[in-house]
């Protein structure tokens, strides 16, 4: 039986390898850069989890929504339906909607004018964006607000994890890259803390949820002028002095950059090769590998069906009878459950692998799924008419701290890290804007939807994400190749030793020496 190709470590004692030259000294100015550029996650994680305590918080839905308020005080309301309102949905959503449409475009505009220029105009649409909320006097200024703050992350979630993958050395690349998801998670963390503090504060409470998200949007502003742009960047726009000036500055000034600046520029000299466009070039069969992944990776991860949980983990917990500040408590306890788990896989990712830790995570993510559908099934029933016992409420919460471990040490940094790494430079643009494009585009629809289908489908719905996570995980055992160690421009070879994907992917033209090839063994990775 065939599966993933295993990819031997970079330099493993048996001669040369791809990245054999590079530099792999972590020097200040590469952590500084990789903070700064991760910060973008922190803003983006901020305005994703802050939603979750708002529409269940007193001041913001006296405010906005007091149909909501009815609900919550009839005795005789269906608890699975409390919060099922398509304005407050929309509400959440129009991010998502606004920056699945930036992602299109932001490909392209970051081509132009690089990885680093592309981080400042999201922060900058950040900024606007959340002093719009904070200021909001009406719901159509709440979603304007919300729409500004969507299109900053299409700018900053399409730079921001190609750019940590890019001035990265070879061998803690994925540990870099995994900052940008364990950043998103601090910025949850910090939302459930200003929420769990606002809901005290009456009448203009959600006022300080929303006014928080200016601080961090304005450091980011200041900061990321002073980082550089990655060289694979500046390289592909032709500013081949510049490259080698930002690699002497992120490697150290006494590394010799010549090996890894002349890879850079044949992978740049690939992209040069055609005229036509990155998105059209990503279609053809050479990249079909590319391409599958550029679709079934976001998919996959807004299947698993963590999205919904972190934005409504307060609603999830009220629907099961804790208080309004208890569930914002309890995410509060997922949130440190969340940062633990993705620091474990970022010291895990480049030992044992991406494979390793998909199947690890997937496994969890099945167990919990089926345990959270059981128990709301038997003790919440079909009409959610009857309150959750205290102890099935509180295992609630211990699986759902678990479903965020599992997440957190899988699908949750992996899902940047693959697409930070897999695409030739002259599709990157591509792949990365269609894949951030249909991730966001997914959680559109699921939080649009979620609450809806949490009335209708009741339990089920969350036996509908643990079938999808059985496909996804056996989509990863035979089809995503092992990257670790491997230097972001040489993958070609990991795709072209693939048990399937060398049917279209063939090495690089000139072919390099046997020995330069990364070893790759068919079969599942064990």
Not at 169 to 195: C, E, K, Q, Y
Not at 303 to 321: A, D, N, R, S
Request: hydrophobic share 50%; charged share 15%; with cysteine.
């Amino acid at each position: 039986m065939h599966g993933g190709g295993v990819v031997l470590p970079v330099n493993g004692g048996r001669g040369p390898g791809p990245g054999d030259g590079y530099s792999s000294e972590i020097t200040f100015t590469v952590v500084m850069s990789c903070l700064m550029a991760a910060s973008g996650g922190l803003i983006f994680g901020y305005d994703i989890s802050i939603t979750g305590g708002l529409t269940q918080m007193q001041s913001f839905l006296e405010a906005f929504f007091p149909d909501i308020i009815e609900k919550m005080n009839n005795a005789t309301q269906d608890e699975y339906c409390i919060f099922n309102s398509q304005l407050l949905t929309t509400f959440v959503s129009s991010l998502y909607l606004a920056g699945m449409l930036a992602c299109l475009i932001a490909g392209h505009i970051t081509k132009r004018i690089g990885r680093r220029n592309s981080m400042l105009i999201g922060a900058s649409l950040f900024f606007v964006g959340a002093v719009l909320n904070c200021a909001a006097a009406n719901i159509a200024m709440l979603v304007v607000g919300r729409v500004l703050l969507g299109f900053a992350v299409g700018f900053t979630n399409q730079s921001a994890p190609v750019y940590l993958a890019e001035i990265a050395p070879a061998r803690w690349r994925g540990a870099f890259t995994s900052i940008f998801h364990f950043f998103l998670n601090i910025g949850i963390f910090v939302a459930d803390l200003v929420n769990y503090r606002a809901n005290t504060i009456p009448v203009w409470g959600w006022r300080l949820s929303l006014g928080v998200g200016i601080v961090p949007a304005t450091v980011i502003l200041l900061g990321a002028a002073f980082i550089p742009d990655s060289p694979n960047s500046l390289v592909l726009r032709g500013k081949v002095d510049a490259a080698r000036a930002s690699l002497r500055r992120i490697r150290g000034r006494s590394a010799d950059v010549d090996v890894e600046l002349k890879d850079i520029m044949q992978a740049a000299e690939e992209d040069r090769r055609y005229e036509d466009g990155a998105f059209r070039r990503i279609v053809r069969r050479e990249y079909r590998p590319h391409l599958v992944m550029a679709i079934a990776i976001p998919v996959f991860f807004e299947l698993t069906g963590m999205i919904v949980v972190t934005l409504f983990t307060p609603l999830l917990f009220y629907t099961v009878g804790f208080t309004s500040q208890k569930a914002i408590l309890g995410s509060i306890i997922t949130d440190v459950v969340s940062l633990v788990s993705i620091a474990i896989a970022a010291m895990a990712v480049d030992r044992v692998g991406r494979r390793s830790l998909f199947m690890v995570g997937g496994g969890i993510l099945l167990a919990c799924l089926v345990a959270m559908t059981w128990i709301f099934g038997a003790e919440l029933g079909t009409n959610g008419g009857k309150a959750m016992p205290r102890h099935y409420a509180v295992a609630v919460v211990a699986l759902v701290c678990l479903f965020t471990a599992g997440f957190g040490v899988s699908w949750g940094p992996l899902k940047w890290i693959i697409p930070s790494e897999i695409y030739p430079l002259e599709v990157r643009s591509a792949g990365l804007g269609m894949s951030e494009a249909i991730s966001l585009a997914l959680t559109f629809v699921q939080t649009q939807s979620f609450l809806n289908m949490l009335c209708s489908f009741k339990y089920g719905t969350f036996a509908y994400n643990a079938g999808w996570v059985v496909l996804m995980t056996a989509f990863i055992f035979f089809f995503l190749p092992e990257t670790k160690g491997v230097p972001i421009e040489s993958l070609r070879e990991v795709w072209a030793r693939h048990w399937y994907w060398k049917r279209f992917v063939k090495p690089r033209t000139p072919a390099p020496e046997p020995s330069a090839a990364p070893k790759v063994a068919d079969g599942p990775a064990v």
